[in-house]
């Protein structure tokens, strides 16, 4: 059996670290993604959920929708996960993980979807 290669290393190496870490700048773009098309399709937050947005139920448009909601969660959940951690090295919060799962919210705010 011929030996790893350097990438496969790496690759191993990364993700180990990934998994063993408890940042929010890792971990949270990840959990945001997933939640935030479940919190708009729920309606949480006084957003209507999806089927008010006027696509009568087309499919193509609902999957659409909620592309467009994860990546506005990944992109949110990694600005306010850097936040998060930069309040946390400084001192400003004792919880790293508080509001995970919220893309709009950092570890020292309160919640947006309620």
């Known amino acids: 059996m011929p030996p790893p290669s350097n ?3 790496v690759a191993a190496a990364l993700f180990a670290a990934t998994l063993c870490s408890t940042s929010c700048t890792l971990a949270k773009p990840v959990v945001c993604a997933v939640t935030t098309p479940i919190y708009l399709a729920g309606g949480i937050g006084n957003s209507g959920g999806f089927y008010g947005c006027g696509c009568q139920c087309d499919g193509e448009a609902v999957v659409c929708l909620f592309a467009v909601a ?3 969660g ?6 306010t996960g850097i936040i998060s951690d930069v309040n946390y ?3 400003y919060t004792d919880d790293p993980a508080r509001n995970l799962h919220d893309p709009f919210a950092t570890n020292t705010s309160c919640g947006t979807f309620r």
């Open 89 to 91: 090295v400084c001192g």
């Open 74 to 79: 990944a992109v949110g959940g990694l600005v």
């Open 7 to 9: 990438r496969l290393l």
């Open 70 to 72: 994860s990546a506005v």
